[in-house]
Nanobody, 118 residues
Framework: QVQLVESGGGLVQAGDSLRLSCAAS????????MGWYRQAPGNQRELVAGVTSGGRINYADSVKGRFTISRDDAKNTVYLQMDNLKPEDTAVYYC????????????WGQGTQVTVSS
């Protein structure tokens, strides 16, 4: 069973930075793409950033140039560095691990709250 444990959320002011971490267990972490999603009240969950096992990265347009995703396969951990935070970044942030087999379930962290005040 894959388990994802997130940390690093909090309450900050606009323009501040936060770093989220997601530690995975129960997975051959290095062979999987990983991602960060977020969900604000009343909104659908949306992809923020993803990184493949080979290091290819994609970002939502709304965070390009401000957020940086990275991974440390030796630590089974994926990070999200968030700089120049804006009030519209306020959401619960979730770590995502894809299914380990075709037709299997995806895995999600418990979520960490990020609140940005203006």
């Amino acid at each position: 069973q894959v388990q994802l444990v997130e940390s690093g959320g909090g309450l900050v002011q606009a323009g501040d930075s936060l770093r989220l971490s997601c530690a995975a267990s129960g997975s051959i972490f290095s062979i999987y793409a990983m991602g960060w999603y977020r969900q604000a009240p009343g909104n659908q969950r949306e992809l923020v950033a993803g990184v493949t096992s080979g290091g290819r990265i994609n970002y939502a347009d709304s965070v390009k140039g401000r957020f940086t995703i990275s991974r440390d396969d030796a630590k089974n951990t994926v990070y999200l560095q968030m700089d120049n935070l804006k009030p519209e970044d306020t959401a619960v942030y979730y770590c995502y691990h894809p299914p380990r087999r075709v037709g299997g379930n995806s895995y999600w962290g418990q979520g960490t709250q990020v609140t940005v005040s203006s």
